[in-house]
Antibody
Framework: QVQLQESGPGLVKPSETLSLTCTVS????????WSWIRQPPGKGLEWIGYVHYTGNTRYNPTLKSRATISVDTSKSQFSLKLSAVTAADTAVYYC?????????????????WGQGTTVTVSS | DIQMTQSPSTLSASVGDRVTITCRAS??????LAWYQRKPGKAPKVLIYKASSLESGVPSRFSGSGSGTEFTLTISSLQPDDFATYYCQQYSSYRTFGQGTKVEIK
């Protein structure tokens, strides 16, 4: 059974870069798309972006190029960097398995989620 | 970017009730829509994909319909296990979630 585990600092200072890593265990990172999702306190889910195991990426345009997602298949990990953070980036961050095909016809939704990690932006 | 609007934000219902949740897209998304159920402290679970396809293992009391910009999730007879928060998610262009609908006990 595939499991995902987020790791990284729980506190980041304003204007600095948030860095998180997701480790995939119990299954292969190859063949899939991997997303980062966040949920600010009292708000809904926001998709940040995804990375394909080949390294191809797509991002939420509303983040204005602050997000970078990368993958390291040798370590079965993918990572998120979010630059120039503000208090508005305070959220629970989730890593998620986000399908295996570029075709919408074969997409069954985000089927594996990490437990989430809380990141607070504060000085 | 595509915005997803769910209604209502909260719904009070009793066991056995028929429940309907609506999700509207700011532009057409064909039928590229998924529905999730989320319980406190747990990861979201996929219920429906491609607007109306039931994910394997999901009870048949859940159904989805719609295309274009308006979609619905229906629970035909609400069960105690169904009290949760439900999200829609479009995958026509990137990914966007609705803000969620909490189904609570009346």
């Amino acid at each position: 059974q595939v499991q995902l585990q987020e790791s990284g600092p729980g506190l980041v200072k304003p204007s600095e870069t948030l860095s998180l890593t997701c480790t995939v265990s119990g299954g292969s990172i190859s063949g899939y798309y991997w997303s980062w999702i966040r949920q600010p306190p009292g708000k809904g889910l926001e998709w940040i972006g995804y990375v394909h195991y080949t390294g191809n990426t797509r991002y939420n345009p509303t983040l204005k190029s602050r997000a970078t997602i990368s993958v390291d298949t040798s370590k079965s990990q993918f990572s998120l960097k979010l630059s120039a953070v503000t208090a508005a980036d305070t959220a629970v961050y989730y890593c998620v398995r986000d399908g295996s095909s570029p075709s919408n016809h074969d997409y069954h939704g985000m089927d594996v989620w990490g437990q989430g990690t809380t990141v607070t932006v504060s000085s | 970017d595509i915005q997803m609007t769910q209604s209502p934000s909260t719904l009070s219902a009793s066991v056995g009730d028929r429940v309907t949740i609506t999700c509207r897209a700011s532009q057409t998304i064909s039928n590229w829509l998924a529905w999730y159920q989320r319980k406190p402290g747990k990861a979201p679970k996929v219920l429906i994909y491609k607007a109306s396809s039931l994910e394997s293992g999901v009870p048949s009391r859940f159904s989805g319909s719609g295309s274009g910009t308006e979609f619905t999730l229906t629970i035909s007879s609400l069960q105690p296990d169904d009290f949760a928060t439900y999200y829609c998610q479009q995958y026509s262009s990137y990914r966007t979630f609705g803000q969620g609908t909490k189904v609570e006990i009346k």
